[in-house]
């Protein structure tokens, strides 16, 4: 399973790699330069917002059916047809009670009409996280990959012609780049649709009630815990449009310095979506984690360490390089916020973990301990420190959050605990953060200063065998699964 596992995440990385930073760094990046913070904020926070009910598209139904599908390939023929018309509910109650929200929050005329657009996007990409969480609960996971870069590939067409390929002198609409998003999804869904009913010989959909209230009555665990981790990874941008009197463009600042972080969580976010049928997989079979657990936990921490040293001690210079605007404010603002990005991607793995075993009621417990936590902290902070306030809540719950899963995850699956591994990992960081440090007052270009960092710091790992060369060398030649 870990040869499974590493050459499967080579090539999810290498599309991902390939497709996903220019979207961000290139289109997302040219769109806020273009219209400019104000603008790009309102659309940060109505992005937000429909991302906090985003729950009612799903109830969970996509990791239920993800882990189920793992574990049972025989259900998706069984299953396919009652799931689609239950989303058809599903997205037509998250619109309403969406827009409805939105009315009682204060927006209005324009500001719903965007809004609904992107609760149609949402509708949409639900349904694609849908059927691939059948492609990969049959492991099928390079068919998986390619999929999953698909709308972003067809969103960099359309966004390019609109942004650089205009005619002159015509203004760029921040509703072009919501539309562009919608027509990306449509053809990403007709796509991963033929392949998922072909692979079901699905014939017609059924209206089942009684189907529904079972899936539901599995799912609604998995649909409480994403409803809660989403209010506090996704409310903070919400709560500073609202909360401030210069709340639009204190959202467009915070949107500048979270843009690399959520570049970062799309990649972090693979490892889950490829753990989770493994883990299932694995647990059905009784075998052991941990060997897994590490080692999936060194592919995504030994990097996140450097990406953090590297944007915390160069934080000014990134921020000049993207923006034309409010650099001095999203640079400090960005330095805190990538700090979070450890902590993010420990949860990928340890919650992905618990999840594949069924641990929702400890999960949800965690989740609603950092929802409430988050809330109170941004009330608290938000109004004193403006949008930085809303980067020290996050790191707070983040780390929380992620050291609560952690320990969870040791006593469930009894893993033996490795001082040695976690002393190590304590010196790697703080090796990491020392030499970042050091290098920052060198007199040197930054970005050559930047890569020579992560160089050094890949061969402390090396040094302190966080990585293990020749081990991966043998997984791959190993004709075990």
């Not at 609760?119 to 996280?129: E, K, P, V």
């Not at 390019?160 to 990306?184: H, M, N």
């Not at 692979?199 to 994403?226: E, G």
């Not at 919650?351 to 999960?363: D, H, Q, S, V």
Request: with cysteine; proline share 2%.
């Amino acid at each position: 399973m870990q040869k499974k596992f590493i050459t499967n995440l080579a090539f999810l990385l290498f599309l991902n790699l390939l497709i996903k930073p220019f979207w961000i760094l290139g289109i997302d990046r040219a769109v806020q330069n273009t219209v400019g913070a104000e603008s790009y904020g309102l659309y940060s926070a109505l992005f937000n917002l429909s991302f906090l009910f985003n729950i009612l598209l799903d109830l969970g139904i996509t990791n239920y059916n993800n882990r189920n599908i793992a574990m049972h390939n025989h259900l998706l023929e069984k299953h396919l047809s009652g799931i689609i018309m239950l989303r058809i509910v599903l997205a037509i109650a998250y619109t309403v009670i969406s827009l409805s929200i939105a009315f009682i929050l204060g927006y209005r005329g324009a500001q719903l009409w965007m809004l609904s657009i992107m609760l149609i996007n949402q509708a949409l990409i639900s349904f694609i996280l849908y059927l691939r969480s059948n492609i990969a609960g049959l492991q099928l996971f390079k068919l998986d990959s390619m999929i999953s870069v698909l709308d972003r590939a067809v969103m960099i067409i359309i966004c390019s012609f609109l942004i650089w390929g205009r005619a002159a002198g015509s203004e760029f609409k921040i509703d072009w780049f919501v539309w562009a998003q919608t027509l990306a999804y449509v053809i990403t869904v007709a796509i991963t649709f033929f392949i998922v009913a072909k692979k079901a010989k699905l014939r017609r959909l059924q209206w089942n009630p009684t189907f529904f209230f079972i899936v539901l009555k599995h799912s609604y665990p998995f649909a409480i815990l994403i409803l809660l981790m989403t209010f506090y990874n996704r409310i903070d941008s919400v709560m500073i449009e609202r909360l401030l009197p210069n709340g639009a463009e204190q959202a467009g600042i915070y949107a500048q310095s979270y843009r690399l972080l959520d570049a970062s969580n799309m990649i972090a976010f693979l490892f889950s979506g490829l753990l989770l049928p493994m883990f299932s997989h694995m647990i059905k079979k009784k075998q052991p984690l941990q060997e897994l657990a590490e080692l999936s936990f060194s592919f995504i921490a030994i990097p996140a360490i450097a990406l953090i040293g590297f944007c915390f001690f160069f934080s000014h210079d990134i921020m000049g390089l993207l923006y034309h605007s409010h650099v001095d404010a999203s640079s400090n603002l960005f330095k805190y916020v990538m700090c979070c990005f450890l902590a993010i991607s420990s949860v990928y793995i340890f919650g992905t973990m618990l999840t594949a075993n069924g641990n929702l009621k400890y999960l949800n417990i965690i989740a609603l301990s950092g929802m409430t936590l988050n809330i109170a902290l941004n009330l608290i902070l938000i109004p004193k420190f403006q949008s930085l306030g809303a980067a020290y809540a996050s790191m707070i719950t983040q780390y929380t959050a992620a050291g609560l899963q952690i320990i969870l995850a040791h006593k469930v699956f009894k893993f033996k605990f490795q001082k040695i591994l976690a002393l190590k990992y304590v010196v790697y960081i703080g090796a990491t953060f020392y030499l970042f440090y050091t290098l920052s007052n060198f007199p040197y270009n930054w970005f050559l200063k930047g890569m020579i960092g992560c160089t050094i710091s890949l061969l402390i790992a090396l040094g302190l065998k966080l990585i293990k060369p020749f081990e991966l060398v043998r997984l791959l030649k190993s004709e075990q699964q």
